[in-house]
């Protein structure tokens, strides 16, 4: 009898331990809600009390989860991260489904115009006429939610090293003045290669694009030619090439046509294996769409100053790393928004994939944004108003 007394005294202790430590952690306002990653990895995205790899001036914040379906569409720029962003914020907060569809940045402009998603995405931001339309920088916001490069990636079996082009051959090549492969300007530029005596096949977007006005932004720039005859835009006219649907239908073009050369953002071709050149950047160097890179770049921008509604272009930056040919993917979203508690949840949704969802860029080849530029984030998303009250605290 003595020793069961003694081993009943030792578990009321036990229990009694077990209990002082559980409400001590609901004081403290803790969570422990164990996700796993699709990769099989546990992410430290969505836990509460995680510091947010982009920095911020607000630090964490302990998301509120919420239930709500966000409907999101526009750029495939964007596309895999996004989907990442959408799962793994599902797996911590299991009421909050984010569907996003990739249907070009034209149609993503198209339809938070029509106010027929929750949400778009654009590597382009809206023009004047286009800003004006929905009421001007005060109704509608541009939020830099992620960055990256858009490359040209070309079907050459067997050609090593990595091939380099300059602005000027990229331009000859669209315009239609450059159209074998072993001309003279390309030689030039790649003089340990063995190019070969055969036709280029051009490839582009078919429809309206961010990454055509990233690509087009570059070529106005380092082409008088180009901007006079062609210009910048999320759709132009073509002077020469083959037309396909998003990032994905330009990367199953080039896979399949050989000789082929055509732009897309740096994660499809590298999740396709596509061989993409280095471009000579402003300081005269020839660089590699790395996630360094296209932070260089937008490095330079930040610090030449960004406008106050964040609409703004990074590429042909200045730097000696600078990749020349980066751009920037925004989400749009109105400032009011007439569904409160959806809009609560959207708020913090965006202020996750700026913060914490920022860890995913770089192994997905995107560039995580700059502190400097989080902070931009912040200001923006603080603007966001629900029933009438700040989204956020």
Not at 245 to 274: C, F, M, P, R, W
Not at 300 to 311: E, N
Request: hydrophobic share 35%.
């Amino acid at each position: 009898m003595k020793n069961t007394g003694n081993l009943n005294l030792r578990l009321l202790a036990s229990l009694i331990l077990i209990t002082a430590l559980f409400l001590s952690a609901c004081d403290n306002g803790t969570q422990a809600t164990p996700t796993t990653a699709a990769d099989g990895q546990t992410p430290t995205a969505g836990m509460v009390g995680q510091t947010p790899v982009g920095g911020g001036t607000m630090g964490t914040v302990n998301y509120p989860g919420g239930s709500a379906t966000l409907n999101g569409a526009g750029a495939t720029f964007p596309l895999p991260l996004v989907s990442r962003w959408a799962q793994d914020y599902k797996s911590s907060y299991p009421g909050v489904k984010i569907n996003y569809q990739g249907i070009g940045s034209g149609g993503g402009k198209k339809q938070i115009t029509a106010k027929t998603v929750d949400f778009a995405g654009s590597d382009s931001p809206l023009d004047d006429k286009q800003l004006e339309a929905v009421g001007g920088s005060d109704a509608l916001l541009h939020i830099p939610w992620t960055m990256g490069a858009v490359v040209l990636g070309y079907n050459l079996p067997g050609l090593t090293p990595q091939m380099r082009l300059d602005g000027p051959a990229i331009a000859g090549i669209y315009l239609g003045k450059i159209t074998k492969w072993n001309d003279p300007a390309l030689k030039a530029l790649n003089p340990g290669l063995d190019l070969p005596d055969k036709a280029i096949a051009v490839v582009h977007r078919s429809e309206g694009s961010g990454t055509t006005d990233i690509f087009t932004d570059y070529l106005s720039k380092v082409s008088d030619e180009w901007k006079s005859k062609v210009g910048r835009s999320t759709s132009v006219q073509w002077p020469v090439g083959i037309g396909a649907q998003g990032n994905d239908g330009v990367a199953n073009q080039i896979n399949l046509t050989q000789g082929s050369i055509g732009y897309l953002e740096a994660s499809y071709a590298k999740s396709n294996n596509i061989l993409y050149a280095y471009v000579k950047n402003k300081a005269g160097n020839f660089v590699d769409a790395t996630a360094e890179n296209v932070s260089a770049a937008a490095d330079g921008a930040v610090q030449a100053g960004l406008p106050a509604d964040l609409r703004y272009s990074i590429t042909d930056a200045k730097g000696e790393k600078a990749y020349p040919i980066a751009g920037t993917s925004w989400v749009l979203v109105y400032v009011n928004q007439s569904e409160a508690e959806k809009g609560k949840v959207l708020a913090y949704f965006i202020w996750w994939a700026t913060h914490e969802g920022q860890q995913y860029a770089q192994a997905l080849n995107y560039a995580p944004l700059p502190q400097s530029l989080v902070e931009r984030d912040e200001a923006q998303i603080k603007k966001m108003q629900c029933g009438g009250s700040p989204c956020l605290p």
